[in-house]
């Protein structure tokens, strides 16, 4: 098992920015495929984009295009998330979460084999 780290939440206001940041450990990175899924409260986990190995192809859910952007730097094992444009609705825990299948562009969470402990974005209106 990878393990996995979130840092970068915090508060924003509508409109503002925040790059969430996860590190790798424990496995060789550039063996998974990343995502990002998010939870807000009362409501079931979602996903919100994926990258695969190398970076080059990435897929993201229809609320967030345009305002998020995924990528990942394998040389330091880790992942991202840009957040631009924060909307109020954009509020939860997000996770990222490594599979094993390093080609995939996953989208659900059965695909993803380690998550990390989250981190709270939370925006205010």
């Known amino acids: 098992q990878v393990q996995l780290v979130e840092s970068g939440g915090g508060l924003v206001q509508a409109g503002g920015s925040l790059r969430l940041s996860c590190v790798a450990s424990g496995r060789t990175f550039s063996n998974y495929a990343m995502g990002w899924f998010r939870q807000a409260p009362g409501k079931e986990r979602e996903f919100v984009s994926s990258?695969?190995?190398?970076?080059?192809?990435?897929l993201y859910t229809d609320s967030v295009k345009g305002r998020f952007t995924i990528s990942r730097d394998n040389a330091k094992n880790t992942v991202y998330l840009q957040m631009n444009n924060l909307k109020a609705e954009d509020t939860a825990v997000y996770f990222c979460a490594a599979d094993r299948n390093s080609f995939r562009l996953g989208n659900v969470g059965a695909n993803f084999g380690s998550w990390g402990q989250g981190t709270q974005v939370t925006v205010s209106s």
């Open positions: 990258i695969t190995w190398n970076g080059g192809r990435t």
